[in-house]
T-cell receptor, first 112, second 114 residues
Framework: NAGVTQTPKFQVLKTGQSMTLQCAQD?????MYWYRQDPGMGLRLIYY???????DKGEVPNGYNVSRLNKREFSLRLESAAPSQTSVYFC???????????FGSGTRLTVV | QQQVKQSPQSLIVQKGGISIINCAYE??????FPWYQQFPGKGPALLIA?????SEKKEGRFTISFNKSAKQFSLHIMDSQPGDSATYFC?????????????FGKGTRLSVIA
């Protein structure tokens, strides 16, 4: 049982480049989330999907887009990366929104 | 603005001692309060959670104390061990109204020294 799988684990981008972070869960969870973690800032919600076919903005959505591809997969896209987006990104999923999250192991992104 | 304020930012405890981390919230609609534990290089993992209809929940060496009137809850780690060294996050959500993601505190880095 893999849980929540994130790819890639590490990535270095140049300013202005684009990329997509992938997330997949195999627990048949309805809700999925993208968080970023920065030193001293905790976990800040970027976007979430309460159920397949819906997405909503979180606390820090600017500069990001998401796609809930199907019930299993939820991707995060950076269209034009900026150094301020250097962070560790975590995907999570849960049966219902707001409870019992399972997190992936994270993607460490550096934008130079 | 939904917020969960967590303190301290960092904590150093002797092996065998008690670690205490505190959180305060403002939204009285919050009705689910979990704690997550994160080791370096890993994602956070659910440690223990409480609902406001009880004042305390204990699982092994970990206890959540909840004070509804003060809008505060805390994590106590008894007999702290070096293996407990990690970052701890409190969180809260409104389960009753549904579709509200967890709001996290900013985290506490715990170091347990021998």
């Amino acid at each position: 049982n893999a849980g929540v799988t994130q790819t890639p684990k590490f990535q270095v981008l140049k300013t202005g480049q684009s990329m997509t972070l992938q997330c997949a869960q195999d627990m048949n969870h309805n809700s999925m989330y993208w968080y970023r973690q920065d030193p001293g800032m905790g976990l800040r919600l970027i976007y979430y999907s309460a159920s397949e076919g819906t997405t909503d903005k979180g606390e820090v959505p600017n500069g990001y887009n998401v796609s809930r591809l199907n019930k299993r997969e939820f991707s995060l896209r950076l269209e034009s990366a900026a150094p301020s987006q250097t962070s560790v990104y975590f995907c999570a999923s849960s049966v219902g929104t707001g409870k019992g999250y399972t997190f992936g192991s994270g993607t460490r992104l550096t934008v130079v | 603005q939904q917020q969960v304020k967590q303190s301290p930012q960092s904590l150093i405890v002797q092996k065998g001692g008690i670690s205490i981390i505190n959180c305060a919230y403002e939204n009285t609609a919050f009705d689910y309060f979990p704690w997550y534990q994160q080791f370096p290089g890993k994602g956070p993992a659910l440690l223990i959670a409480i609902r406001p209809d009880v004042s305390e929940k204990k699982e092994g060496r970990f206890t959540i104390s909840f004070n509804k009137s003060a809008k505060q809850f805390s994590l106590h780690i008894m007999d702290s061990q070096p293996g407990d060294s990690a970052t701890y996050f409190c969180a809260a959500s409104d389960q009753y109204s549904g579709n509200t993601p967890l709001v996290f505190g900013k985290g506490t880095r715990l170091s347990v020294i021998a």
